[in-house]
């Protein structure tokens, strides 16, 4: 049934974390963010995906004081090291698709829309991705900035400031498996990405970062199994 696409994403820059280390940000924030309705076959229930990214968390901040997790984001650890969830990806081509679908793809009637086939047609195989630069993965992050930000506290429509603290790592490089249903083809992919290597992928898009150039390693077709390999795009 599924098509597989073995896929590589090199940063241009800093890619920068937005998972909140403290517990309760971060419950509030996996209860808006990740509880996905959608889920392939077989795969992890919210709850259990709840225990797991909360244990990636405890790892990544075991070294921290209370006092310094205080608005910090950052990104999961499992087994000493830095990891992206598969979720994440999955969310960013539902976004690129979306608005793909809405200024760029026109839609047959009777037929289901751009957006509609990639959300529900496509996942990513794996759970937990490591970070990786020159191939192996990063144990810990390069850098954190810090940063006012501006927010209004919900219900009172007060305007407060605060400092975000920011880790990122420079240059990075992320490899992973989409599992794809054959109404999703390899230029629906392709477009999805020729927009989200500009848009950038998780935190501080808004200023340029998490920008990548993207590449087909392999391709397994659902009909023959064989493989084929892609080329460099950005």
């Known amino acids: 049934m599924w098509i597989e696409h073995l896929i590589e994403w090199r940063f241009l820059g800093q890619l920068r974390g937005t998972l909140p280390m403290q517990e309760q940000l971060w419950r509030d924030w996996f209860d808006k963010h990740l509880l996905d309705r959608i889920r392939p076959p077989a795969h992890k229930t919210s709850v259990e995906m709840q225990e797991e990214v909360y244990g990636a968390i405890v790892e990544a901040g075991t070294a921290l004081a209370e006092e310094?997790?205080?608005?910090?984001?950052?990104?999961?650890?499992?087994d000493g090291h830095l990891v992206v969830g598969g979720y994440t990806i999955r969310s960013h081509f539902k976004d690129c698709a979306r608005v793909i679908s809405r200024f760029l793809v026109g839609r047959l009637k009777g037929e289901s829309s751009f957006a509609t086939k990639m959300v529900n047609?496509?996942?990513?195989?794996?759970?937990?991705?490591?970070?990786?630069?020159?191939?192996?993965?990063?144990?810990?992050?390069?850098?954190?900035?810090?940063?006012?930000?501006?927010?209004?506290?919900?219900?009172?429509?007060?305007?407060?400031?605060?400092?975000?603290?920011?880790?990122?790592?420079?240059?990075?490089?992320?490899?992973?498996?989409?599992?794809?249903?054959?109404?999703?083809?390899?230029?629906?992919?392709?477009?999805?990405?020729?927009?989200?290597?500009?848009?950038?992928?998780?935190?501080?898009?808004?200023?340029?970062?998490?920008?990548?150039?993207?590449?087909?390693?392999?391709?397994?077709?659902?009909?023959?199994?064989?493989?084929?390999?892609?080329?460099?795009?950005?």
């Open 68 to 78: 310094e997790k205080r608005g910090l984001v950052g990104f999961p650890k499992m």
């Open 121 to 234: 047609g496509l996942y990513v195989k794996d759970d937990w991705l490591p970070i990786l630069r020159d191939g192996q993965p990063i144990a810990e992050p390069d850098g954190i900035e810090e940063k006012p930000i501006t927010a209004i506290v919900p219900g009172s429509g007060q305007r407060i400031t605060a400092i975000k603290r920011v880790f990122y790592v420079k240059h990075p490089t992320l490899i992973f498996t989409l599992l794809a249903l054959p109404s999703v083809k390899k230029v629906d992919l392709e477009k999805c990405m020729e927009y989200g290597a500009v848009h950038g992928y998780l935190g501080d898009r808004s200023i340029g970062h998490g920008r990548y150039r993207f590449t087909f390693l392999n391709t397994k077709e659902a009909t023959n199994g064989e493989g084929a390999s892609g080329t460099e795009k950005s």
